[in-house]
């Protein structure tokens, strides 16, 4: 990891991190770094070890063991002054729904004990998308509009890192839309770096640079978000009117090493997208009927099978 990203600068570098609940294990040993500028998506099913992870991160829980690094500095012995570098939303954010978001914001300035100008809260208002709305009460507006007052709360000392934990959830498509394209804005002109969690591996692919899956606390694979989805071989499932006709033209021929498994009237064959037309030809040459074809890459396989075993 560290050859790809030579010459980025290590904003947060985690090292053997655990955290046990009694005889539970959350987190398990669990490595990640993060560099500057660049989205990273943290991304396990349900039950994972985001949030458990997240908490460490901020300070909220003690780690069982293992060190987090962040800005360079030990989080342990420098809590406080990292923690003005770092914004973040974990829960759902609360406000007072009968003020404005300004006024909110400029009470949960103060709250903070950092100095926070007027001039910096209709910054981030206008940041998040919510300046001209800024004088009505939090109780007017959407689900989606409260959740990026929340990030603009975050925003509000004008954090470098910025720590998201799964801020699309319960949002309806549009909301989505509008989280993803606020932290873009923050990422491609703000220069934040962002560590955005989620459960959803589309979320992660369409946002982020890189990004890190983890599974019973500990990280399973790694990498920048194009190279993960560009190498990754396809499952590609065949549907067919008759299956042991199809297993026996296929057993012959050379698509025989790409077999994987046939599911009732389903063949799964594990090849290159390219070679998707040439098969459904020999299928359909060798008087098989090709129903359907449904490609599904590894990874999104492998996410799904995870996902399908997770706790939650
Ligand atoms: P995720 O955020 O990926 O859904 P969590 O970090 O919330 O996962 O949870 C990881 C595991 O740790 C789960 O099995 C969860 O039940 C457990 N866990 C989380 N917090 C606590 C806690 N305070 N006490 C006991 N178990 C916990």
């Not at 640079?209 to 194009?226: A, D, L, P």
């Not at 990754?232 to 549907?239: G, I, L």
Request: glycine residues 8%.
């Amino acid at each position: 990891m560290e050859e790809t990203n030579i010459n980025s600068e290590i904003i947060l570098q985690v090292k053997g991190l655990t955290k046990k609940y009694g005889s539970l294990i959350a987190v398990n040993n669990l490595e990640l770094n993060a560099y500057r500028g660049e989205v990273i998506g943290f991304l396990g099913p349900n039950g994972a070890g985001k949030s458990t992870t997240i908490r460490m991160l901020l300070g909220l829980i003690k780690p069982t063991s293992g060190s987090i690094e962040i800005f360079g500095k030990s989080l342990l012995k420098n809590r406080l002054d990292i923690l003005k570098r770092v914004g973040a939303i974990v829960e759902k954010p609360d406000f007072y729904l009968y003020l404005s978001a300004y006024k909110n914001l400029e009470i949960l300035g103060k709250i903070s004990g950092m100095e926070i100008k007027k001039k910096r809260i209709k910054e981030v208002l206008e940041i998040v998308g919510l300046k001209k709305r800024a004088r009505s009460k939090v109780q007017t507006y959407s689900f989606g509009m409260k959740q990026r007052l929340g990030i603009a709360q975050a925003l509000l000392h004008n954090p470098e890192l910025i720590i998201l934990d799964e801020p699309t959830t319960g949002l309806d498509p549009q909301g989505i839309k509008e989280i993803r394209e606020l932290i873009l804005h923050l990422s491609y002109d703000l220069k934040k770096t962002i560590f955005l969690s989620s459960h959803i591996l589309k979320e992660i692919e369409i946002i982020a640079s890189r990004m890190i899956i983890i599974n019973n606390g500990t990280t399973q694979i790694e990498g920048k978000v194009e190279d993960l989805l560009n190498s990754s071989q396809m499952k590609v499932r065949f549907e067919v009117d008759n299956t042991a006709k199809a297993l026996e033209v296929v057993k012959l021929s050379m698509w025989n090493d790409n077999f994987v498994e046939a599911e009732k009237n389903i063949l799964v064959f594990e090849m290159d997208q390219v070679e998707i037309g040439e098969l459904n030809k020999f299928l359909v040459e060798n008087n098989i009927i090709v129903s359907s074809v449904v490609p599904i890459r590894s990874l999104e396989d492998y996410f799904l099978k995870i996902t399908e075993g997770s706790t939650e």
